[in-house]
């Protein structure tokens, strides 16, 4: 299970409830973007766990004011592996909308599945691909 | 590897070089020993006493290649000593060997000894510098297991020089003769991806000076005390060599400036790819899987990541596997980063699947299609050429111990044994290889490939029970000599409406045509494999693949058809092929047995590839339990990691 989390941005990719990827735009804050997506966590595995059998399938996770100081939209995303994408945006922006949140995902599933395809890579290591990076860079500046 | 037993001169300690440095040592070796050919005067008299079997490095490059190092002259002074060049007047490749031991070792901040050199020490590292910054490389030294950069004794003559008046450029030399494995030679390759840089240099290419020569003279006599002896004598006619030696570099720059010229994939290079890449996946247009490209590659030692960015870059469609030109980028990034550069931030262009496929259509298809026969041609050339390198490069042969262990053990053990065969007959064969038939190969072939190419694809290269290669590739690199010999005469032939040996694999572009004629043609001229041709024949371009049973048929029939084709007239296609079914068949008898033969010989070789293929698969078969074993597993820890809630 793993975590992508973007915030305004930052991006934190967890397998397992441990971060795979962690990108944030600006980065300062970063712990914080880190405890708002653990705290995350548990609700997408709640909401995991509800679906049941069902196929997992694009979902997103929005919070809404998770602090009430702090406008954040948390978005998350599960794969059909349990890779959990984890997207942090800042409510000032409220031009995004949830089709825009959804072909994120997406380009961003995509993108790990690039990555899962690179026989190098071992499933559980950080993932250190360029063009996963680059990706995620060129998606956050297109958000922020 | 006893680089003391090559010398013949026993004069050095033992030296215990690994893989790469005896691969880049030898390599430096041949490189100053190759510049020692034109040089007046090279190096005194005792040079000419150098030990049968082993050139003599010349001490004019030699000294550029040490200075080179950016070590302190009285070091390399030192280096020159503690080697025995100086006892025994030359540089043989034990003192060479010695030498370069010692410069890394200096490098590294170890006391100049003997001693020092019986530990594993990185690559010695030879700076160049560049006149402009465009070409800017890292320091590869930080690679562990990268190999020296070949030092271009122009760009050593310059760094000389400019060591002494500017900063130490770490800048490097774009040329970095492909040692890991590709099969260029190294003067070939580096007429190529260094023309950029040289013709920088070039525009400012000084002659060496004599003075900092003479200034370390005086040097050397009182330094050469224990040793003592010609060592002076050596570096005094460094400098008219070196002189030889830039007019010489510089001519070879005259040929080409391309500003992407290390992405650039040579014609060896990609026969060598291709030839790697049919050891691992006999069909050229299939791809290779994931996991097998990474053995593969992993044996190039290149570090995971950097694995990973060159998959990442190569793999244009991520679709896990790669495809020939795929894996041919693959390839040559991979020999690229360990000859020092550093990895693109993007494919680069000459790189991308679609130029590879323009670049080089069909013809090195048609290497696949003369497997048997193909393989012990480009040994052969390859041999040749090694010949004339450094004879103990051929053990350097490094980086890609066989990756087919798993696939093709078997195989494998049958192509040494083959390919230790074809060794002593091929050099012997030299003169004979017929790389005639193609003038486009011949003069890439003669560059002379790097030792590691020669070996590796000895190894590789020979698959004996692939199924025939494709049909409708082009022969116009045909590696495989008879056959080619053979067509080449007919294609002209052929081209008019002939059709080059019906059954056979239509190599030629007047494919259309030839087909049809084939078709008329072929039915009264092969009574045997009638049916099997003439179905062939027209699918042959369509379905490359379909028909591997009939195409070693088709190969062996077509010397006969050559026969029978120069007996007859040239035929317009549609034209009267009774015309032409009168005159072959009085000949057909005649063939007929000997393609009784000849379908007898491709079952055999049938029956190889079915045992081969069957292997593959019952082991394939094997990784895919355990792939599925492991998978259940992790479902299963999901599972029951699953209804755990974190709170």
Not at chain 2, 540 to 551: C, L, R, T
């Amino acid at each position: 299970m793993g975590w992508i989390l973007v915030a305004s941005a930052a991006v934190i990719l967890f397998l397992q409830n441990y971060p795979l990827y962690i990108r944030s735009v600006p980065t300062e804050n970063e712990l914080k973007f880190h405890y708002m997506v653990h705290t995350s966590l548990d609700v997408v595995d709640e909401k995991i766990s509800a679906m049941g059998k069902a196929l997992v399938d694009q979902r997103e996770l929005y919070l809404g004011l998770l602090y009430p100081t702090e406008d954040y939209k948390v978005y998350g995303y599960v794969t059909n592996s349990k890779v959990k994408f984890v997207m942090v945006v800042d409510s000032s922006n409220t031009a995004l909308r949830d089709n825009e949140i959804r072909s994120m995902f997406r380009k961003l599933h995509n993108s790990y599945t690039d990555v899962m395809c690179n026989p190098f890579y071992n499933p559980g290591d950080r993932i250190q691909s360029r063009a996963f990076d680059g990706m995620v860079t060129s998606m956050m500046i297109q958000v922020c | 590897m006893e680089a003391a037993a090559g010398g013949g001169c026993g004069s050095g300690p033992p030296l215990l070089l690994s893989e790469g440095e005896q691969q880049c040592y030898s390599e430096l070796f041949a490189r100053c020993a190759g510049a020692a050919g034109g040089g007046p005067g090279s190096g005194p008299p005792e040079a000419a006493r150098a030990a049968p079997g082993a050139a003599t490095a010349a001490s004019g490059p030699v000294a550029d290649l040490f200075r080179a190092s950016q070590l302190p002259a009285e070091t390399l002074h030192q280096i020159t000593e503690l080697c025995g060049a100086k006892r025994v007047g030359y540089f043989g490749p034990t003192q060479f060997y010695i030498a370069l031991k010692l410069i890394a070792a200096a490098q590294s901040g170890l006391p100049m000894r003997i001693e020092s050199i019986k530990c594993e020490l990185p690559l010695p590292r030879f700076m160049m510098s560049k006149t402009d910054a465009e070409i800017r490389f890292g320091n590869m030294a930080e690679l562990h297991g990268t190999k020296v950069q070949i030092p271009y004794l122009i760009t050593e003559k310059n760094t000389f020089k400019r060591m002494d008046d500017e900063d130490k450029q770490e800048t490097q030399s774009p040329t970095m003769s492909p040692l890991a494995s590709p099969p260029s030679s190294p003067p070939h390759y580096q007429r190529v991806p260094l023309s950029h840089g040289y013709s920088k240099l070039r525009s400012s290419t000084e002659q060496v000076h004599p003075a900092p020569y003479e200034a370390r003279q005086p040097l050397v006599q009182p330094e050469g005390p224990s040793l003592g002896g010609p060592g002076a004598k050596p570096l005094r006619h460094q400098a008219s060599l070196i002189r030889s030696f830039s007019v010489e570099r510089e001519l070879q720059d005259n040929n080409s400036s391309y500003p992407d010229e290390p992405w650039r994939i040579t014609e060896e290079q990609r026969e060598y790819y291709v030839n790697q890449f049919r050891s691992l996946q006999p069909d050229p247009s299939s791809f290779i899987s994931g996991s097998v490209a990474k053995n593969f590659f992993t044996k190039s030692k290149l570090s995971i990541p950097e694995l990973s960015y060159i998959w990442e870059l190569s793999d244009a469609d991520c679709d896990g596997a790669l495809s020939l030109p795929e894996f041919c980028a693959a390839f040559h990034l991979i020999v690229a980063r360990k000859n020092g550069y550093p990895l693109p931030e993007g494919l680069p262009p000459t790189l991308q699947p679609e130029y590879l496929q323009a670049a080089f259509p069909k013809p090195k298809w048609e290497c696949a299609l003369f497997d048997s026969y193909s393989e012990p041609v480009p040994a052969n050339q390859q041999l040749r050429d090694l010949n004339r390198m450094e004879k103990l490069s051929i053990k350097d042969v490094a980086d890609f111990p066989v990756p087919t262990q798993d696939v093709t053990g078997d195989d494998k053990q049958a192509l040494k044994s083959a390919t230790d065969e074809a060794l002593p007959k091929d050099m012997s064969e030299d003169s004979a290889t017929p790389k005639d038939s193609n003038s486009l190969k011949a003069r890439p072939r003669s560059r002379s490939y790097s030792s590691t190419s020669i070996e590796e694809a000895m190894k590789r290269g020979e698959d004996p029970p692939t199924p025939p290669p494709r049909p409708q590739k082009t022969h116009s690199r045909a590696s495989s000599l008879d056959l080619n010999k053979v067509f080449q005469p007919s294609v002209p032939a052929s081209k008019s409406g002939l059709l080059p040996p019906p059954p056979a694999l239509p190599p030629r572009p007047c494919p259309l045509q030839s087909e049809q004629g084939s078709e008329a043609e072929l039915h009264p001229q092969l009574n045997r494999a009638p049916s099997q041709a003439a179905e062939s024949s027209p699918t042959k371009k369509d379905i490359p693949y379909s028909q591997p049973p009939s195409k070693p048929i088709r190969r062996k029939f077509r010397p006969e058809n050559q026969a029978t084709e120069n007996q007859e007239p040239t035929t317009a296609v549609g034209g009267p092929a009774s015309v032409a079914t009168v005159k072959p068949h009085p000949t057909v008898q005649k063939q007929s047995s000997k393609q009784k033969k000849a379908i007898q010989t491709a079952i055999r070789k049938n029956k190889e590839a079915n045992a081969v293929l069957a292997r593959l698969n019952s082991e394939l078969q094997q990784q895919l339990k355990e792939v599925h074993q492991e998978r259940i597993a992790l479902e299963n820890q999901l599972e029951q990691l699953r209804p755990v809630t974190v709170l």
